[in-house]
Structures are given as structure tokens and as C-alpha cells.
């Protein structure tokens, strides 16, 4: 699966649009990004995935250039309850009935301040 | 309803009991998992069922046993608890969608067990 790089922190204020980038450089032709969020004292929760171009959905939207060599999360007008850890994962299911193998990185602390 | 739930949500031990972890999933999802957070964040995947079938065990020490005993339930068995295993223990669910190399479907996640080994 393809190794992700993305900052380990970032600081934002209230009302600000925050934009997270992720690298992923040996993107494979079949994998897909995904965006998990993690609140403090509980579990990853899915926020979006996309292969190609631009996903958006009720939470965020997802940038993915031509190359897919990265990738950007934008969270539109952040409040202090976005203050998570967002991780970004790429990969795809190799074979039939083998589950979904998500690798977690280090994911991207986000503090926002009032 | 909540739609993974794990028992319990702390879970304090000495070194040397055996101790288990229950998870129950009532979204009618065929994959379940067993993941890892140690104390600097990193989410690290142990187990992975597929219809009570084992599809994935990555490297675990054998003291760790998942049984389950149907697909909505998969159990963590830990034997002769470390003051290593201290860390936050999720499971999660994931419906599978049958094709070869397909996109990830979504994963739902419990609320975590944090366990403590002293």
C-alpha cells in the first residue's frame, strides 16, 4: 500500500478554511484516498474518498490532482469542535473477500481556536 | 443505537491475567476488525474477519485470540497481559463489496477500549 506524508500539526481559527495536503507519491493505478477523523477519546470516523479530480460532500471536500501524487482535505469554515486528527490513507482491496486492510498513518493534529 | 459497540470502555489489569475485549456491530456488515492505538497516536490493524472467517492477522503475538462466534460479534481474547499491551483497542466494521480490487467501503469504528496494564 502506498505510504502517505501529511503534517503532523496544524493551528487555524474559527471561521478559517483549512486545507491539509498528503503526499502520496507510489499512489497505485487501483488505490483510492481516503480521510478518516479521529475526536479525542474515540474512533476514526469516514469523512470522504475520491479517486480522481474533486469529491465534496456535507463535510469537506477533497482536491486530487491529475497525477494523484497528493491530495488535499478542505474543511470550509472550521469551529473549535473540528479540533481532531485527520488521517489520510490510500490504498484498494486486492482480492475478492480480503476486507479492507486500512493502514493508518500519523495522521494530522488540528487545533482550532477561537 | 449505537452501531459498534465494545465492552468494556476501560479495562485496568496486572500483568499476567487474561482479560477480553467484546464487540458487537448491528450494521449487517460481513468484515470486522481489530485495531491497535498506541500512546503516540498510531492506529495499527491486528485482526481482520470476514464472516467469522480470519482474513488478516498482522504479526500478532499469540497471547492475542479474536474469536467470531457469528459476523456481527468479534471477540479479543488477550492472554497473559504485558505492560506493553496498554493501549487503546477499536473494532470496526465494514461491508464488503464483493469485486476485486475495489475501492475501500467505509469503516465504522467503536468508541475504543482503553486498557491499562499495571
Known amino acids: 500500500l502506498a505510504k502517505t506524508t501529511q503534517p503532523i500539526s496544524m493551528d487555524s481559527y474559527e471561521g478559517q478554511e483549512v486545507n491539509i495536503t498528503c503526499s502520496h507519491n507510489n499512489i497505485a493505478t487501483n488505490d483510492y484516498i481516503t480521510w478518516y477523523q479521529q475526536f479525542p477519546s474515540q474512533g476514526p470516523r469516514f469523512i470522504i474518498q475520491?479517486?480522481?479530480t474533486k469529491v465534496t460532500n456535507e463535510v469537506a471536500s477533497l482536491f486530487i490532482p491529475a497525477d494523484r501524487k497528493s491530495s488535499t482535505l478542505s474543511l470550509p469554515r472550521v469551529s473549535l469542535s473540528d479540533t481532531a486528527v485527520y488521517y489520510c490513507?490510500?490504498?484498494?482491496?486486492?482480492?475478492?473477500?480480503?476486507?479492507?486492510?486500512?493502514?493508518f498513518g500519523q495522521g494530522t493534529e488540528l487545533s482550532v481556536k477561537p | 443505537d449505537t452501531a459498534v459497540s465494545q465492552t468494556p470502555k476501560y479495562l485496568v489489569t496486572q500483568m499476567g491475567n487474561d482479560k477480553s475485549i467484546k464487540c458487537e456491530q448491528n450494521l449487517g456488515h460481513d468484515t470486522m476488525y481489530w485495531y491497535k492505538q498506541d500512546s503516540k497516536k498510531f492506529l495499527k490493524i491486528m485482526f481482520s474477519?470476514?464472516?467469522?472467517?480470519?482474513?488478516i492477522n498482522e504479526t500478532v503475538p499469540n497471547r492475542f485470540s479474536p474469536k467470531s462466534p457469528d459476523k456481527a460479534h468479534l471477540n479479543l481474547h488477550i492472554n497473559s497481559l504485558e505492560l506493553g499491551d496498554s493501549a487503546v483497542y477499536f473494532c470496526?466494521?465494514?461491508?464488503?463489496?464483493?469485486?476485486?480490487?475495489?475501492?475501500?467501503?467505509?469503516?465504522?469504528f467503536g468508541q475504543g477500549t482503553r486498557l491499562t496494564v499495571v
Open positions: 490513507l490510500v490504498g484498494a482491496r486486492m482480492s475478492y473477500n480480503q476486507g479492507g486492510k486500512l493502514i
Open positions: 475520491g479517486y480522481k
Open positions: 470496526a466494521s465494514s461491508q464488503d463489496l464483493g469485486r476485486p480490487a475495489s475501492r475501500f467501503t467505509e469503516a465504522f
Open positions: 474477519y470476514n464472516n467469522k472467517e480470519l482474513i
